[in-house]
């Protein structure tokens, strides 16, 4: 609080001065002079507490000891040294009169020496500005109050710093930086211009405009408008001259090659290409819905009164489509197919799935009717637009065999006919390979027939692309500055398994031409990346190993021609299908080297097979007549599903999606369907515990 003003010290004086209270105390010393005026020096003011202690405040006004202190008439004034000679001080305090002059020269020295109390008091505080404080005072009556919330709030500090979702961070506010906004709108400018038509004019352009098709040196016009229409500026600078005959011409020119810039610049494709997808999702909307297992909603058709028996054979029927009969298989729906001109008169060889999008698909193309043309593609097809492929890699050969990498999703690896393997971006909107293995010394002799990126061990991000050839050698590729590969094994041909009969004689053994054995296909073990399994064009199947002194651990027979394709059960590892040129497709068991069933309806080359992947005991195979659905726990003589082929091409892979109940089937027309399956019963484990309980009863049958 503000403490009591000291008063100054002429007014302290002159208060001393006017009061003659019996109990004032004063020191003054009076001093007679040869003058006949005495003059009286009054001394300072004290003021003292209770205890006796001096708490006088000290004057703001200290006065010059050199001052002259003169009396005119009945007041006082006092003149200072330092100061100007026109500045005078007059307090109406210092006023006296000289009759208490007189009596306070007359005091005695006992009055002199008594005690005076006074008391001083100050006016009423006027708070211009009040700031509340943080902080109390240890005497006011809240500082208990204030103690004990200070002390709580310290023991739940110390209690959250033991706990694990504690953590002390230091905060500090930061002031938004200030945001200016401008706004320029700049005035659209009109200009005015016009021109003289003549009747000449007219026919000229009339006749010009019939005669400019046939000529090509000519540059276009845009339809509608004729050849010479010139502006205002251009008319006025116009004049029978060649040089200015030739500016008309020279702006036709010009506006030719801004459209052209126009029409192929990027953005406008990018923009083409968003509009394109647009509109095919509009189109596909209720197919692209059955795909993402979305109900289809339908407009309701408005009927004015149907009767009572038309409504409840309408219900009938909407419950029929709904559910399907009793005792009823499954059914194919074609969808859509991925097809466009480029890819017509192709062959489709392999298709991949991306890793990363579910939605982009890598389909490889080869020839096979044209013995000239020997160029492939491999394109990427999204499912936003199904009428044309995202990317487009032309490739100077077939390509046999694509697959997209886990790690890198945007690398798709290509297999071609020549032995060549090459890796794209489909990130990139260049066409080129990043690596290709034409230049490698290691290269394949053969067509690589199939090839695929395989984790290096379990929970480990590093791949390793393998590949198998025709040249006999399974193959391990690095990716450095250059593509290169070594070998991991070289498949040897293998004599044949059957046995002399009695008294048959001894056939003179001929030399093969090639030591090695075609190799046709591979899959690796999905629980153990070191264990794969090699088909073969003999009709072998080799179980194999990547480390290891011994590479070939067991040999399966039972195909009679080339083995096209082997594929181990993801849900049963102990068990895998193979399918051959034989028209069979056979069930394995790892441990067993005779085939535990074999599925044989159509005589027909069986090319591809593969298992369902949310099902251990249902599989797809597709033959040059049809694709077949097996489901083990159904029946294991006859596919619980068939689709023909369309008489104008034939079969050639199959591939389950990974995100729908669909079925992808690739054609020799270079086109690739897609077929939503309906009504396909999915086993429980609890019902079926292997393949053994299916399979074991009807083979004793």
């Not at 208060?15 to 009076?30: D, E, L, V």
């Not at 979702?165 to 906004?181: C, D, L, N, P, R």
């Not at 890699?393 to 886990?406: E, I, K, M, P």
């Not at 048959?504 to 093969?512: I, M, N, W």
Request: with cysteine; hydrophobic share 35%.
């Amino acid at each position: 609080m503000p403490g009591p003003r000291p008063p100054p010290p002429g007014a302290a004086a002159g208060a001393a001065g006017a009061t003659r209270a019996p109990n004032s105390r004063k020191n003054s010393t009076i001093s007679q002079g040869k003058a006949a005026r005495n003059r009286v020096l009054l001394g300072a003011v004290q003021v003292f507490d209770e205890e006796g202690k001096n708490v006088t405040p000290h004057p703001l006004f200290q006065p010059d000891p050199n001052a002259v202190t003169r009396t005119r008439g009945n007041s006082i004034s006092t003149t200072k040294s330092g100061l100007d000679e026109t500045e005078s001080q007059q307090d109406p305090t210092l006023s006296l009169s000289a009759e208490q002059e007189e009596g306070e020269a007359a005091l005695t020295e006992a009055e002199l020496e008594q005690r005076v109390e006074m008391t001083l008091t100050e006016t009423e505080t006027l708070w211009m500005l009040d700031l509340p404080t943080a902080l109390v005072s240890t005497e006011t009556e809240e500082a208990g109050r204030v103690l004990e919330r200070n002390k709580i709030y310290a023991e739940i500090c110390n209690a959250k710093t033991d706990s694990e979702y504690f953590e002390e961070k230091m905060v500090q506010t930061i002031s938004g930086a200030a945001k200016t906004k401008e706004v320029q709108c700049e005035p659209i400018t009109v200009a005015e211009k016009g021109m003289m038509v003549t009747s000449w004019d007219l026919d000229h352009s009339l006749e010009s405009s019939e005669t400019k098709p046939a000529h090509s040196e000519k540059p276009r016009t845009p339809a509608g408008k004729s050849s010479k229409r010139p502006s205002a500026e251009e008319h006025s600078q116009a004049v029978p001259s060649a040089t200015g005959s030739a500016v008309p011409a020279r702006t036709h020119e010009q506006q030719g090659c801004s459209s052209e810039e126009i029409l192929t610049s990027a953005n406008l494709q990018h923009q083409l290409v968003v509009m394109e997808r647009i509109l095919m999702e509009n189109i596909l909307q209720p197919k692209l819905a059955l795909y993402r297992q979305i109900p289809v909603l339908t407009e309701p058709v408005v009927t004015s009164e149907p009767e009572e028996g038309a409504e409840e054979e309408e219900e009938e029927e909407e419950e029929e489509e709904q559910s399907p009969a009793e005792g009823a298989g499954g059914s194919l729906e074609h969808l859509w197919s991925y097809r466009c001109d480029l890819t017509c008169g192709h062959s489709v060889s392999s298709m991949a799935w991306n890793k990363g999008n579910p939605d982009l698909l890598a389909v490889g193309y080869r020839e096979l009717e044209c013995q000239d043309q020997k160029k492939g593609l491999a394109c990427c097809w999204s499912l936003k637009n199904p009428m044309w492929p995202e990317r487009i890699f032309r490739c100077d050969h077939g390509v046999t065999a694509v697959d997209f990498s886990l790690a890198s999703p945007n690398l798709l690896a290509v297999g071609m006919a020549n032995g060549c393997v090459a890796i794209y971006d489909v990130q990139s909107p260049k066409d080129t390979a990043l690596l290709d293995s034409s230049a490698s010394l290691n290269k394949h002799k053969g067509p690589v027939w199939q090839l695929r990126w395989v984790g290096q061990d379990r929970g480990d991000k590093r791949e390793r692309l393998m590949c198998i050839s025709g040249d006999g050698r399974m193959t391990q590729w690095f990716i450095q500055q250059r593509l290169d590969c070594f070998d991991v094994m070289k498949i040897k041909r293998t004599e044949s398994g059957k046995k002399k009969l009695p008294g048959e004689r001894e056939r003179k053994s001929e030399g093969p031409i090639c030591q090695e054995a075609a190799g046709m296909c591979f899959d690796f073990h999905p629980e153990d990346p070191d264990i794969f399994l090699a088909g073969t064009e003999e009709g072998l199947i080799h179980c194999c190993s990547c480390s290891g002194k011994e590479q070939i651990l067991g040999t399966y027979r039972g195909h009679k021609g080339p083995v096209y394709k082997v594929a181990w059960n993801p849900s049963r590892p102990a068990s895998f299908l193979s399918c051959s040129a034989d028209w069979s497709i056979l069930l394995w068991q790892r441990h067993s080297r005779s085939p535990l069933f074999t599925f044989a309806s159509v005589a027909a080359f069986v090319h591809d097979i593969k298992w369902a992947p949310r099902s251990p005991f249902i599989f797809a195979a597709v033959n040059d007549r049809r694709v077949e659905i097996w489901d083990l726990s159904v029946s294991v003589f006859q596919p619980v599903l068939c689709c023909a082929a369309s008489p104008e091409g034939n079969l050639s892979s199959v591939l389950f999606t990974s995100n729908a109940e669909c079925l992808l089937l690739g054609d020799s027309r270079g086109q690739v369907g897609v077929w939503q399956l309906h009504y396909l019963a999915v086993p429980s484990t609890e019902q079926v515990v292997s393949l053994c309980d299916i399979v074991a009863p009807a083979g004793a049958v």
